[in-house]
């Protein structure tokens, strides 16, 4: 039998990133979940650059801001927030704009961490624009979902 442990929100913030990265630093992660919108993304990826061994999910989540700017992304941004729409599952959203934004968190990931995420998914319907664009991020990425 194996037991996989994963540390979830890596990349929340440089302050969370601590208490995951002694975790795996003392080997009880296995498998790392990362958010790619949050203010400790690029702190996390620099940092699991040196595990290269650990699996990698992506948090598809969308928590944070987004990475082409809202002004980039407006039918995903919230100004109130400051970051993204809490209803992404909306059928208002642009999927030309979510597909934007999807590919510009890989290409940050790929760029800092050398690799795509391994494994994903999201609780966001395939049939709504935000969730088809999330489908096909995954397929060009060749990312192991759930929806594929």
């Known amino acids: 039998m194996k037991l996989v442990i994963r540390a979830d929100d890596i990349g929340y913030s440089n302050v969370c990133n601590i208490g995951s990265f002694e975790a795996i630093d003392h080997g ?21 650059r040196n595990y290269p061994w650990l699996s990698i999910g992506w948090h598809t989540h969308f ?26 599952d909306a059928s208002d959203i642009s999927f030309d704009e979510a597909l934007a934004e999807c590919r510009a968190q890989m290409e940050l990931c790929v760029k800092i961490l050398g690799r795509a995420p391994d494994v994903g998914g ?13 489908a096909q991020v995954h397929e060009e990425y060749l990312i192991v979902t759930d929806y594929m």
Do not use: H, Q, Y
């Open 122 to 134: 999201s609780m966001v319907s395939t049939d709504t624009p935000f969730g088809r664009a999330l």
């Open 63 to 88: 928590w944070g801001t987004p990475v082409l700017g809202g002004e980039n992304v407006p039918t995903l941004f919230d100004p109130a927030r400051d970051g993204f729409r809490t209803d992404l």
């Open 28 to 48: 009880v992660v296995t498998s790392a979940d990362i958010m790619l919108d949050t203010p400790g993304t690029v702190d996390a990826l620099e940092r699991l």
